[in-house]
């Protein structure tokens, strides 16, 4: 690997204090998103929700953007202009379509929202240890390219949310990746294991919930011996980038708005970490629960079932990352990259300046606040030993 950065970089001129934690949004709104995490049992897991050093972000502070290096365009552009010029072609890039668009199981929904969280680790002098780029290309490619790594140890966190009809957010996940040497290694938080314990739950909440038809349905389905079809949920390119099987638990409606609330917010996370949500007499397994209902622990439409909770499954879309779209659909007239690079789809180097929203590609800079704030820096072979700095076999 060798570094080569492209452009200057402007100057930091946001006067970032040594004494406060990077931040890459304002105080007050890092405040506002702190607040919203959810309590999770695992010790650890709250101590590090609780690290005045995560590094919170949502689209906002890190644009969704992508790499083009082999069209007429070249450079880094945001995943919402489409640089095609054929009229048939809806996006132009593949970051606005399944599987790469939202978070894994949201495609179907229409009030779920996310914001995100980076740890980087420290080395033994206490000092942070920075992500590294360097420059890369692949086949599709006509000038060469940007990939990083981030250093094992690094932490990302993924909060799901979703509104209410009070118009408030409320979370009902959160996934983790941590950075080992060779792998990401993934853990999920969700206040419910199994339907046993969301009945559990509403006894606890509700103790007259026989009285309510409602909740006496939902109870009756949840202690039920379930009987699922096996559906499978693919994308539609000729090479397919995800496909899998599932049975699909679709939970009547709680018809309580604040029972939900209560569930939600009252409720400590657990790790679901290799569990299915339910199982039949069959074999045929969901991993997470869907409805139809406009307010429940998960969102209406949810996909989620059809993701096993473990780190290969997660991998069936992560390994995408960084890779051309013609690997997907060679005949398409789309361009460039996959977000993202090193498995995670929501981070980049790049400066917010050199994003292109007009199709007109200026170059690539990498992020001066990064950089300045020492979380940013070329790959060194010196200064990066494969310790810490190993690239992960078939990640670009």
């Known amino acids: 690997m060798s570094a080569n950065s492209s452009g200057a970089y402007a100057a930091n001129s946001s006067g970032e204090s040594k004494s406060e934690p990077f931040r890459l949004m304002s105080a007050a709104k890092d405040r506002q998103f702190r607040a919203m995490l959810p309590r999770v049992e695992d010790a650890e897991m709250q101590r590090t929700l609780a690290d005045p050093a995560l590094i919170l972000y949502t689209d906002a502070e890190i644009t969704p953007a992508f790499q083009d290096w082999g069209s007429g365009l070249p450079g880094i552009h945001s995943v919402m202009y489409n640089i095609s010029a054929n009229g048939t072609e809806p996006f132009g890039n593949g970051n606005r379509e399944f599987p790469w668009n939202v978070a894994g199981g949201t495609h179907r929904t229409t009030n779920v929202t996310t914001f995100r969280f980076l740890r980087l680790p420290q080395d033994e002098q206490g000092k942070t240890l920075p992500i590294v780029w360097y420059r890369s290309s692949q086949a599709d490619d006509r000038q060469t390219g940007y990939s990083w790594i981030y250093p094992v140890g690094t932490l990302f966190g993924e909060v799901l949310m979703m509104r209410g009809p009070d118009g408030k957010q409320y979370v009902f996940e959160l996934r983790v ?218 990640l670009f």
């Open 177 to 394: 990746r941590s950075r080992e040497q060779s792998a990401w290694k993934v853990d999920l938080y969700r206040p419910f294991r199994n339907p046993e314990q969301l009945a559990n739950r509403i006894r606890e909440l509700r103790p007259q919930w026989e009285s309510t038809p409602a909740l006496t349905k939902l109870v009756a389905h949840l202690e039920s011996e379930p009987t699922m079809k096996r559906h499978t949920l693919a994308d539609n390119h000729p090479h397919v980038a995800f496909r899998a099987t599932a049975g699909v638990d679709e939970l009547p409606a709680v018809g309580d708005d604040e029972l939900v609330r209560e569930l939600l917010t009252g409720t400590t996370f657990q790790s679901v970490l290799g569990d299915a949500w339910r199982a039949d007499q069959q074999g045929v397994r969901a991993f997470a629960p869907t409805t139809s209902a406009a307010f429940h622990i998960v969102p209406a439409r949810y996909d989620a079932g059809f993701l096993e909770n473990d780190s290969r499954s997660c991998m069936r879309c992560h390994d995408t990352v960084n890779q051309h779209v013609n690997r997907f659909d060679f005949g398409r007239d789309w361009y460039g990259h996959i977000r993202g690079s090193d498995g995670i789809f929501s981070f980049h180097p790049f400066d917010p300046s050199c994003i292109s929203h007009n199709g007109f590609g200026v170059g690539a800079r990498m992020n001066s606040r990064l950089e300045q704030a020492g979380l940013l820096a070329p790959y060194n072979a010196t200064q990066h030993p494969v310790a810490k700095y190993q690239r992960i076999p078939k």
